[in-house]
T-cell receptor
Framework: QKEVEQNSGPLSVPEGAIASLNCTYS??????FFWYRQYSGKSPELIMF????GDKEDGRFTAQLNKASQYVSLLIRDSQPSDSATYLC????????????????FGQGTILTVHP | SQTIHQWPATLVQPVGSPLSLECTVE??????LYWYRQAAGRGLQLLFY??????ISSEVPQNLSASRPQDRQFILSSKKLLLSDSGFYLC???????????FGEGSRLTVL
């Protein structure tokens, strides 16, 4: 089982729709969760982070965390063509007996296409 | 504000040639630094991380090495490149303690 898995894509949604991106993780002790957006040929940029159960909203983006189910998601409301990118889920895994040194483990990414 | 830069942005190297990628962070001191690699169509794989000058930890065995000669400088090297070393190399830093990473612009390496 992979440590961080994202729903397989690509995902295609019409402009104005809600895009839903999902991620599961294997380490129940994981502490922090991140969503990155990566445009083709560019480096990843941080969109949101979440570390408490529930929802966290920032503009058109909502991150949802359910630690009991080991599940984190990203909702993009009113999707725009400029949202077309690869979305990476990242998890700060716990490390038995010590610090994780801030290391993040990434999922393989989900390609999102928003068509006009 | 903090910024991170890496170079070169693009390079094409023959098999067996050496490699040196450099990364610098500005606006902070004693950052945790990381080198990730992203192969075509793949996720990010952590290669090395450093919590201080001269302190390097390797995550995967390979023919690459890393060094941190100064507080805000992180270098990725190889003595002899392999075809499998091709990829998009990303340097990153974190302000901690939450752990969010901020990436440099990336260096795209093609080994022929």
């Amino acid at each position: 089982q992979k440590e961080v898995e994202q729903n397989s894509g690509p995902l295609s949604v019409p402009e104005g729709a809600i895009a839903s991106l999902n991620c599961t993780y294997s380490d129940r002790g994981s502490q922090s969760f991140f969503w990155y957006r990566q445009y083709s040929g560019k480096s990843p940029e941080l969109i949101m982070f979440i570390y408490s159960n529930g929802d966290k909203e920032d503009g058109r983006f909502t991150a949802q965390l359910n630690k009991a189910s080991q599940y984190v998601s990203l909702l993009i409301r009113d999707s725009q063509p400029s949202d077309s990118a690869t979305y990476l889920c990242a998890v700060k895994l716990s490390r038995a007996g010590g610090t994780s040194y801030g290391k993040l483990t990434f999922g393989q990414g989900t390609i999102l296409t928003v068509h006009p | 504000s903090q910024t991170i830069h890496q170079w070169p942005a693009t390079l094409v190297q023959p098999v067996g040639s050496p490699l040196s990628l450099e990364c610098t962070v500005e606006g902070t001191s004693n950052p945790n630094l990381y080198w990730y690699r992203q192969a075509a169509g793949r996720g990010l794989q952590l290669l090395f991380y450093s919590v201080g000058i001269g302190q390097i930890s390797s995550e995967v065995p390979q023919n690459l090495s890393a060094s941190r000669p100064q507080d805000r400088q992180f270098i990725l090297s190889s003595k002899k490149l392999l075809l499998s070393d091709s990829g998009f190399y990303l340097c990153a830093w974190t302000p901690l303690p939450l752990g969010e990473l901020f990436f440099g612009e990336g260096s795209r390496l093609t080994v022929l």
